[in-house]
């Protein structure tokens, strides 16, 4: 029975495997590992190469004369957020690749520089109205005066009808012998001879004057009251200047204000009057600048009466005197600016001034 059955058995076992005759096989045995796949890459040419990492750091640029925020704001545009500062060294910090800190290094010299100073003179005079016209200047806003304008030394846009007139060296000595001669008779009074330094570009400013209370009336949501504010009232003079290349003409932007307290008895309280002018002019160093037509007016009231007797019914007017007066006061403000130079001290700017003096 078994010889029967065996050859049906290895009969039924055998794997049947048929290939076309015009076909590629290959026959894999599964007791054999078969090789490893492998897979094809494209070009080496065709890959992109990465891009070299940055390599940023982080460095401190100390100014000796520049002031760092000034610096910074100024180069902000160009290195963005990645430029700071410290304030306490006067130092910038950057933080960047070497292209930027190249860049930083190669404009630093040309903004950390020395800049010429200006010292500015200024001289502060009351005349009274009547007597101003000895001056021989008129500060019409629709006339120019003759002898102003034949001593104008700059531009035709340095006398702007505005009460400021520049003039040659020689015309201010006149003007100033004249204006002495008033101070001398008591005529003319100085308030002040301040003198200021700045540097291109900054304003410099002067107040002589007093913080007088002035009541006000303000509402809220209780109610309103009455709240006491401290004005300014006096003579305030602002000059921002800036120096030419060649170091001898200066270009300044000049606000003038005269303020006057004015009591009124009624409310017992002040009202504040202003007089304001704005001039800009481009002038020499060592040349005068003068700014008139500041008027301010004064008016007073006195009463003078005899005790007891002043009280009397209808009689007491007759033991009364009442006096009104008004003045009329126009302030005249004498510019004189110097270019020094960075770091001069005052004993050499003073030994300058007097060989200007000197040769006028």
């Known amino acids: 029975m078994l010889k029967r059955f065996f050859p049906l058995i290895l009969s039924s076992l055998l794997l049947t495997l048929t290939i076309p005759c015009n076909a590629q096989s290959t026959l894999i045995n599964p007791f054999v590992p078969s090789p490893a796949a492998t897979i094809s890459k494209p070009p080496a040419a065709n890959i992109p190469a990465a891009p070299p990492p940055v390599c940023e750091r982080l460095a401190c640029y100390p100014l000796s004369y520049a002031r760092a925020k000034d610096v910074q704001e100024a180069l902000t545009p160009h290195f963005g ?3 700071g500062l410290d304030t306490i060294t006067n130092s910038l910090i950057l933080l960047g690749d070497e292209q930027n800190h190249a860049r930083l290094r190669q404009l630093l010299p040309k903004l950390d520089i020395a ?4 010292t500015l003179e200024a001289k502060i005079i009351a005349v009274s109205r009547e007597d101003s016209k000895n001056l021989g200047v008129r500060w019409d806003w629709d006339t120019i005066p003759q002898r102003a304008q034949e001593t104008n030394n700059g531009d035709s846009d340095s006398s702007n009808y505005d009460g400021s007139f520049k003039f040659w060296r020689g015309f201010s000595f006149r003007f100033n012998a004249t204006l002495n001669a ?3 008779s008591g005529k003319a009074r100085i308030l002040a001879t301040p003198r200021i330094i700045t540097i291109p570009g900054k304003e410099a400013s002067i107040f002589i004057g007093d913080h007088i209370p002035v009541q006000t009336e303000k509402h809220d949501s209780s109610g309103s009251y009455t709240a ?12 921002a200047p800036i120096i030419s290349e060649d170091g001898k003409m200066v270009t300044a932007s000049v606000h003038t204000e005269v303020s006057t307290p004015v009591l009124i008895s009624e409310l017992k309280n002040y009202r504040i009057t202003s007089r304001t002018a704005d001039t800009n002019v481009r002038m020499y160093s060592g040349e005068t600048l003068v700014i008139g037509g500041l008027i301010s007016e004064e008016q007073q009231r006195t009463m003078q009466k005899v005790p007891f007797l002043s009280k009397i019914p209808l009689l007491g007017e007759l033991f009364k005197n009442r006096s009104r007066s008004h003045s009329k006061t126009e302030v005249l403000l004498l510019l004189t600016p110097h270019i020094t130079e960075a770091g001069a001290s005052p004993a050499i700017y003073n030994e300058g001034l007097k060989k200007e003096e000197g040769n006028n």
């Not at 800049?115 to 200006?118: A, G, P």
């Not at 006491?228 to 000059?239: M, P, S």
């Open 81 to 83: 957020t990645k430029l």
């Open 115 to 118: 800049t010429r100073q200006v």
């Open 182 to 184: 008033l101070i001398n």
């Open 228 to 239: 006491t504010e401290y004005l300014d009232a006096g003579i305030k003079l602002q000059y």
